[in-house]
């Protein structure tokens, strides 16, 4: 595997589930980030890691709960969520932090629908 | 507040060249990147200003006016792959607080 990998691709699940997305970097990156993107918004910033820290937290509701265990990995973990939570979910890399002109390196994005 | 506007959209012919802009508002600004987004696919990075002035990569350019919070993005000798959403983004406050625009969709025509 290459550059920034994201599973599943696709999910679908009900305003009760409980659900995890993850993503992988295979780049040797310090930073990881967390996208939302919704049809006709901006792309969002929700989380931001640096060194398996977390550096920005972007008023996201606790809905939406990150994790990451090693610089390699992130996760979203997803509970109770809500139809308008229903988005692609993006995850992105990049060597160090952004300042300076940080190339991200994104994934594919999960393609999330809230029933 | 931080705001930042580009045009939803543009149409230009093949061959020819396009200038897509982007301003924004803000204090703390800290840097400007510029990305590209095919339908379906995820964005990918273009360039990114911190100084006033054009920098060129090929047939992409990018430009910053701090003092008037303004940045484009110029594509010269256009392909009909480069019909993508452009998104404009800037960095703020510390060192990872990006922004971004709604994107401007250019479309390419024979």
């Known amino acids: 595997e290459t550059g920034v990998t994201q599973t599943p691709r696709h999910l679908v699940m009900g305003m009760t589930n409980k659900k995890s997305l993850k993503c992988e970097q295979h780049?040797?990156?310090?930073?990881m980030y967390w996208y939302k993107q919704s049809a006709k918004k901006p792309l969002e910033l929700m989380f931001v890691?640096?060194?398996?820290?977390?550096?920005e937290n972007n008023s996201v509701p606790s809905r939406f709960s990150p994790e990451c265990p090693n610089s390699s990995h992130l996760f979203l973990h997803l509970h109770t969520l809500q139809p308008e939570d229903s988005a692609l979910y993006l995850c992105?890399?990049?060597?160090?932090?952004?300042?300076?002109?940080?190339?991200?390196?994104f994934g594919p994005g999960t393609r999330l629908t809230v029933l | 507040g931080q705001n930042i506007d580009q045009p939803t959209e543009m149409t230009a012919t093949e061959g020819a060249i396009v200038q897509i802009n982007c301003t924004y508002q803000?204090?703390?600004?800290?840097?400007l990147f510029w990305y590209q987004q095919h339908a379906g696919e995820a964005p990918t990075f273009l360039s990114y200003n911190v100084l006033d002035g054009l920098e060129e990569k090929g047939r992409f350019s990018s430009f910053l006016s701090r003092s008037k919070g303004y940045s484009y993005l110029l594509l010269k000798e256009l392909q009909m792959k480069d019909s993508a959403s452009y998104l404009c983004a800037f960095l703020y406050s510390s060192a990872s607080k990006i922004i971004f625009g709604s994107g401007t969709r250019l479309s390419i025509r024979p």
């Open positions: 803000t204090s703390g600004f800290n840097g």
């Open positions: 890691y640096s060194l398996e820290e977390r550096v």
């Open positions: 780049l040797g990156h310090n930073a």
């Open positions: 992105a890399s990049s060597q160090d932090e952004l300042a300076g002109g940080g190339e991200q390196f």
